[in-house]
């Protein structure tokens, strides 16, 4: 029965294939919404580090809203006592002051992240790719990878930020993370340059090890001048990252199963028309002696067959479509952040196993009815 029902599938081509392609096609977009929430959250999830501490300041779990007065990060810089965190030579903090100021390049709203000049190389894995890191108190930027070449900032251009034009001092990758959506600048001229004299969103720490950054928030429990908060940079933009990534999915599930309802309910137009289709064939096979069973198996079988086919063509297609395909959205601080696409193992298993689900509940139905024609009636419709 399986044999003779597959081998009729040619006959039944153009309705054949609209099953699989619906299948495939609700495969696709699971896979997209899917891998858009996984590059996202590997760009975000990249760029933290469990060894930096982010002192952010006003009752704040963001760096926009923060502010730190410098009276506080003094204070800070004169305690004495173990605070968990890595201190030069002459027993100064190393830390990096921070702000980031939204700025416009053609037309797209980008991080300028203005730093102290340690702070590039306070980050883990960031390696400049060209040129040189920017000079103090000069008006240079360095350029993430990413934005480099989306963008066409090449060394020694310049472009306007804001009200004054930037030359381009180098580029640095940060193995595709989302540090490669910013520019980096020095602090005092970024805040020159903006109308932000004085202000500093974030301080950035080097923990001496991950787990002393209880010892530092408690130090800063003692600070009374305003309320400070100390997260791990890895945490910071996971918390970005997991609530976007949700948002992403809210969109994409439900999407995704509305159509493989209608995928489901095509499913079963499309066997039941086989059915209808093979009437004949079905009756005769019966009256041979093949069991219900074996015409139940036959024609649901058929249908998972269709739809495998239907999830290997949509798998191929969505790894094709959008593993590494550049897209961008709003992230960290409410700027343009760019990512890829990451079509992974866990996403092809899961909608491949949605678009198998189609197959063997939109056959079921139409199995059963084939298990119940009258034989007589059957054969004598083509008598």
């Given at each position: 029965?399986?044999r003779t029902n597959l081998s009729?599938?040619?006959?039944?081509?153009?309705?054949?294939?609209?099953?699989?392609?619906?299948?495939?096609?609700?495969?696709?977009v699971l896979a997209g919404f899917?891998?858009?929430?996984?590059?996202?959250?590997?760009?975000?999830?990249?760029?933290?580090?469990?060894?930096?501490?982010?002192?952010?300041?006003?009752?704040?779990?963001?760096?926009?809203?923060?502010?730190?007065?410098?009276?506080?990060?003094?204070?800070?810089?004169?305690?004495?006592?173990?605070?968990?965190?890595?201190?030069?030579?002459?027993?100064?903090?190393?830390?990096?002051?921070?702000?980031?100021?939204?700025?416009?390049?053609?037309?797209?709203?980008?991080?300028?992240?203005?730093?102290?000049?340690?702070?590039?190389?306070?980050?883990?894995?960031?390696?400049?790719?060209?040129?040189?890191?920017?000079?103090?108190?000069?008006?240079?930027?360095?350029?993430?990878?990413?934005?480099?070449?989306?963008?066409?900032?090449?060394?020694?251009?310049?472009?306007?930020?804001?009200?004054?034009?930037?030359?381009?001092?180098?580029?640095?990758?940060?193995?595709?993370?989302?540090?490669?959506?910013?520019?980096?600048?020095?602090?005092?001229?970024?805040?020159?340059?903006?109308?932000?004299?004085?202000?500093?969103?974030?301080?950035?720490?080097?923990?001496?090890?991950?787990?002393?950054?209880?010892?530092?928030?408690?130090?800063?429990?003692?600070?009374?001048?305003?309320?400070?908060?100390?997260?791990?940079?890895?945490?910071?933009?996971?918390?970005?990252?997991?609530?976007?990534?949700?948002?992403?999915?809210?969109?994409?599930?439900?999407?995704?199963?509305?159509?493989?309802?209608?995928?489901?309910?095509?499913?079963?137009?499309?066997?039941?028309?086989?059915?209808?289709?093979?009437?004949?064939?079905?009756?005769?096979?019966?009256?041979?002696?093949?069991?219900?069973?074996?015409?139940?198996?036959?024609?649901?079988?058929?249908?998972?067959?269709?739809?495998?086919?239907?999830?290997?063509?949509?798998?191929?297609?969505?790894?094709?479509?959008?593993?590494?395909?550049?897209?961008?959205?709003?992230?960290?601080?409410?700027?343009?952040?760019?990512?890829q696409l990451a079509v992974t193992?866990?996403?092809?298993?899961?909608?491949?196993?949605?678009?198998?689900?189609?197959?063997?509940?939109?056959?079921?139905?139409?199995?059963?009815?084939?298990?119940?024609?009258?034989?007589?009636?059957?054969?004598?419709?083509?008598?």
């Open positions: 029965m399986i009729s599938l040619p006959r039944r081509f153009a309705i054949s294939a609209s099953m699989a392609l619906s299948v495939a096609l609700v495969v696709c899917l891998s858009m929430a996984k590059g996202f959250e590997r760009a975000l999830n990249g760029a933290g580090s469990h060894s930096i501490a982010v002192v952010l300041g006003g009752g704040t779990n963001q760096e926009t809203g923060s502010d730190i007065p410098a009276s506080v990060i003094r204070t800070l810089d004169a305690m004495t006592g173990d605070m968990g965190v890595v201190r030069d030579a002459g027993g100064k903090l190393v830390s990096s002051r921070e702000i980031v100021v939204p700025v416009d390049v053609r037309q797209r709203t980008l991080a300028l992240r203005g730093m102290d000049a340690i702070g590039p190389s306070i980050r883990d894995g960031i390696t400049l790719s060209a040129g040189r890191v920017f000079a103090p108190g000069a008006r240079e930027i360095v350029v993430g990878d990413r934005l480099a070449g989306e963008f066409g900032l090449g060394m020694g251009d310049t472009v306007r930020l804001g009200a004054v034009d930037w030359t381009v001092a180098g580029h640095f990758s940060a193995r595709g993370s989302a540090f490669e959506s910013e520019l980096w600048a020095d602090l005092d001229a970024v805040r020159a340059a903006f109308d932000r004299q004085g202000q500093v969103q974030s301080l950035k720490l080097r923990l001496t090890d991950p787990a002393s950054l209880n010892r530092l928030q408690e130090f800063l429990s003692t600070i009374t001048e305003t309320p400070l908060v100390a997260v791990s940079e890895a945490d910071l933009y996971a918390a970005q990252s997991g609530r976007t990534g949700s948002l992403i999915r809210l969109f994409g599930w439900p999407i995704a199963l509305l159509m493989a309802v209608g995928a489901t309910a095509g499913a079963l137009n499309t066997m039941m028309s086989s059915v209808a289709d093979r009437t004949v064939e079905i009756a005769t096979v019966r009256a041979l002696g093949f069991s219900r069973l074996s015409a139940f198996l036959g024609t649901w079988i058929e249908a998972v067959v269709l739809a495998s086919a239907g999830v290997v063509l949509g798998l191929f297609a969505s790894w094709l479509a959008f593993n590494g395909w550049q897209a961008s959205t709003i992230g960290a601080n409410n700027t343009r952040m760019a990512f193992r866990d996403i092809l298993l899961t909608t491949g196993l949605l678009g198998l689900a189609i197959g063997i509940l939109g056959g079921a139905l139409p199995a059963l009815a084939a298990t119940r024609l009258p034989l007589t009636t059957a054969l004598r419709a083509r008598g």
